[in-house]
């Protein structure tokens, strides 16, 4: 499954380029040329990521960054021509997780873009994982059970690759927090909470949802074999 990376530059030829090379390296580009028009597409598909230029019309770039932070389900990279320290400080404030000063290299930001993935979103193995007949499939983002699929989002496809891939230890909320939808993500533990019940309901016409258990004042663990 594809990261999905958004691209909010006003000028068109700039907008073109990065997207082209996006896609060639595998990255789905979405494209927008001002905030508004960002927060429309981001309305309708939640991108991994944002590139985003500092001068834009309406909104500046800086201002919308703050407001990513705020929500913290995606990495975001400011690229612009403003080089002064002062500017790379008031954006790495605002929470931009890395700054690339215009002009740079393809190569450079393709690279750039892999550590930040790498650093803010846990990533998925390519291994085939199997449990009591529940089998996960990272690559082709499947889960299955005697051959009839199982379909889940993308946070419970997650939850249960690291259930599976650490089963019988006991995580609290917090934990599966960090592990499941990455360290920068701040919200309610009671979140978990939410998922941990659409994953179970996923998983109850095969009986797969009694491998999770739920350990009383303290989280969840999966067993190997229902209890």
Not at 124 to 141: C, Q, W
Not at 164 to 169: G, L, V
Request: one cysteine or more; proline letters at 4%.
């Amino acid at each position: 499954m594809s990261s999905t990376i958004l691209v909010v530059e006003d000028e068109p030829e700039m907008q073109q380029l990065i997207a082209v090379n996006l896609q060639q390296a595998g990255y789905r580009a979405l494209r927008a040329a001002n905030v508004p028009a960002a927060e429309t597409l981001m309305r309708e598909v939640r991108p991994n990521m944002v590139l985003l230029d500092w001068t834009l019309p309406e909104t500046l770039g800086v201002t919308f960054a703050r407001r990513l932070r705020g929500d913290q389900r995606t990495a975001d990279i400011m690229l612009t021509a403003r080089a002064q320290e002062s500017d790379k400080v008031t954006a790495l404030d605002a929470g931009v997780d890395d700054y690339i000063t215009k002009p740079f290299s393809l190569r450079e930001l393709l690279a750039r873009i892999r550590a930040v993935m790498r650093r803010c979103a846990p990533q998925l193995g390519d291994e085939v994982i199997e449990t009591a007949g529940l089998k996960l499939e990272s690559v082709v983002h499947r889960v299955s059970c005697g051959g009839h699929d199982i379909e889940l989002g993308d946070i419970e496809f997650r939850m249960l690759h690291f259930f599976m891939t650490h089963a019988e230890r006991v995580y609290s909320r917090a934990q599966l927090l960090d592990e499941v939808w990455g360290d920068r993500v701040f919200v309610e533990e009671r979140t978990v909470d939410v998922h941990i019940r659409r994953l179970r309901q996923a998983l109850a016409p095969t009986g797969h949802d009694r491998l999770i258990e739920t350990v009383r004042g303290t989280g969840y663990r999966f067993r190997r074999n229902p209890a």
